[in-house]
């Protein structure tokens, strides 16, 4: 069987699944696993899809993202937009209208207060919330009535769809979390393991980085959903084994994540317990720059927050890495055909991607001559390049991952070529991903020259992604080591053009503005884009309901899903 065949037919078999209604809690467990285990189920103190994923079985959004990219009222009667009154003429101001059978897992009701709260939990300087970028303008949110919750925004917001608009800004309830703000966020387990939610199930146990135990929620407002009674959501492990307890085991239901070479897959969906499902959406394999100094020398508070990077000052070093890459044999050896080589950090909506370099070649003489002309040589003969008595030795760190180390292997290779020193460094996954402010480990402390992973933005506007690059987003010490600007770019011709996005209307207008932005981040070399992956996970054969998004949470209806025959 093709690799194509398999995922053709998991179409197929998706698109023709009949839609099974049956009683809440009446189809016993569904185990789902996650290799990148979660550490917290609260998505605005981790930055790790894994957390944001496996919290969106708890916590919920006003509104999110289908399978097809499109906006849908979740916790709200509609979508505000200027024709229903919802969004004010002038642009400053949305006004969500809330369900009234909305109610919280323990009971009370869901009211406008929550969400007013959420936004001053996330907003609060001294909180270092992870998703602060989702209220990039946003003045002040007001709550005139229980079900009535209005975003004023500091200026006209052609797109005010950002605050509790999918899984990455979901609500959190006020009368659990209202003594858990600020710098005392990270301290509060019980609220950051035990979140009280609208979603279809509730926490009953909480092991961090192993297993999340829970029950359907009693007080979900559809009496019929959802199906199962319990879920056991494991984590850990590695890519392949999460795909052999799905696809040859039936051990478990739904894997997620299948970052594994296509002929692995091949062979393990010939074990007949289940199908591999994929889609494309925004997902980007990519080397961040770090353009702060890493340097274990350095005191704790300065080591990756002040000091430039001494090698990375030199863009020639940046782009001369990124001419070194061959990205087609990266797409063939880790994704087939769920990958495609691209060199953009925003590669979809194709309105939105840049087609102003072509990274498709591997260039080897032009990264020597590149390096050559900025004066690294290797003056000793030893292989390593050197400027200024400075080697040009980096480290490279990622998570653990079959695939993951197979690419660094490959671009260690690669760089030794062009005269680079790479020492290669894998972190668990489950830790590297983590949340914790006191881990060395996390992508965010980034305690290295150079690190790989993938990342992704919901819905199809990515003006919030883009946010993630403003100077203020940088993840320190007082932020409890949370921000999104992981690789600590900063341009003040960047910040100005970013404004301009976030007060632009019409979608032609936006999408030249992001192109430029992308374009902007690419030419500074502080991303090397790599492969525009599409989402690979795996479902049983006997786990009917499932609608792959790659536009919000994976687990987004999860509610819907049931037991059939397989």
Excluded at 489 to 497: G, V
Excluded at 548 to 557: R, V
Aim: net charge negative; hydrophobic share 40%.
């Amino acid at each position: 069987m093709k690799f194509r065949s398999i995922l053709l037919g998991a179409a197929a078999s998706l698109a023709l699944a009949p839609a099974a209604m049956a009683e809440r809690a009446s189809d016993g467990e569904v185990r789902i696993i996650y290799w990148q285990a979660p550490s917290i189920l609260n998505p605005f103190l981790s930055g790790g899809t894994k957390d944001v994923q496996a919290s969106s079985l708890v916590i919920e959004p006003l509104a999110r993202f289908d399978e097809k990219g499109k906006m849908v009222p979740w916790l709200v009667e509609d979508i505000p937009t200027v024709d229903n009154g919802g969004v004010s003429e002038d642009l400053t101001s949305v006004t969500w209208k809330i369900r009234d059978d909305i109610k919280w897992s323990d009971g009370t009701k869901f009211t406008s207060a929550d969400v007013k709260f959420t936004a001053e939990y996330c907003m609060n300087p001294d909180m270092g919330c992870a998703q602060v970028t989702k209220f990039e303008g946003v003045e002040k949110v007001e709550a005139p009535d229980p079900q009535t919750v209005v975003v004023h925004f500091e200026k006209p917001t052609p797109v005010p769809y950002l605050p509790f608009v999918g899984a990455e800004s979901p609500i959190i309830q006020k009368a659990q979390f209202e003594d858990c703000t600020g710098a005392s966020a990270p301290e509060c387990t019980d609220e950051n393991f035990y979140p009280v939610g609208t979603g279809p199930f509730a926490v009953t146990d909480f092991r961090p980085n192993d297993v999340i135990q829970l029950k359907a929620n009693e007080n979900y407002r559809d009496p019929d959903k959802p199906a199962f009674a319990t879920v056991t959501f494991k984590g850990g492990g590695d890519a392949a084994s999460a795909g052999r307890a799905v696809l040859e085991t039936g051990e478990y239901d739904y894997a997620w994540n299948l970052q594994l070479a296509p002929d692995v897959i091949q062979q393990m969906a010939e074990g007949g317990k289940g199908e591999a499902i994929s889609g494309f959406g925004t997902l980007v394999e990519r080397i961040m720059v770090n353009n702060t100094n890493p340097d274990p020398a350095l005191p704790e508070g300065e080591r990756a927050v002040v000091k430039p990077h001494p090698i990375f000052k030199d863009t020639a070093v940046r782009k001369a890495l990124s001419l070194a890459i061959d990205r087609p044999l990266l797409v063939e050896i880790g994704y087939g055909r769920a990958g495609r080589v691209t060199c953009n950090l925003v590669p979809a909506p194709e309105a939105f991607n840049s087609d102003t370099f072509d990274c498709s070649e591997q260039d080897m003489e032009g990264a020597k001559a590149l390096l050559e002309e900025a004066g690294w040589v290797d003056s000793d003969g030893d292989g390593v390049r050197e400027k200024d008595g400075l080697e040009l030795s980096l480290t490279y760190q990622t998570s653990t991952n079959a695939v993951r180390q197979d690419f660094q292997a490959l671009i260690k290779q690669w760089w030794s070529e062009i005269g680079v020193e790479t020492e290669l460094r894998n972190i668990d996954a489950s830790v590297f991903f983590g949340g914790d402010p006191g881990s060395p480990d996390t992508f965010q402390r980034f305690y290295a020259d150079v690190e790989m992973y993938a990342n992704l933005f919901p819905g199809t506007d990515p003006q919030a992604y883009l946010a993630n690059y403003l100077c203020d987003k940088a993840p320190r010490p007082e932020t409890q080591w949370q921000g999104e600007n992981v690789t600590r770019f900063c341009d003040p011709e960047y910040d100005a053009l970013h404004a301009e996005l976030a007060s632009t209307a019409g979608l032609e207008a936006r999408a030249e503005i992001a192109k430029q932005l992308n374009d902007m981040l690419v030419e500074a070399g502080t991303i090397i884009p790599l492969v525009h992956r599409g989402r690979l996970s795996a479902k049983s054969n006997t786990l009917g309901g499932v609608v792959l998004n790659t536009w919000d949470s994976e687990l987004w209806n999860a509610a819907d899903w049931y037991r059939k025959d397989s």
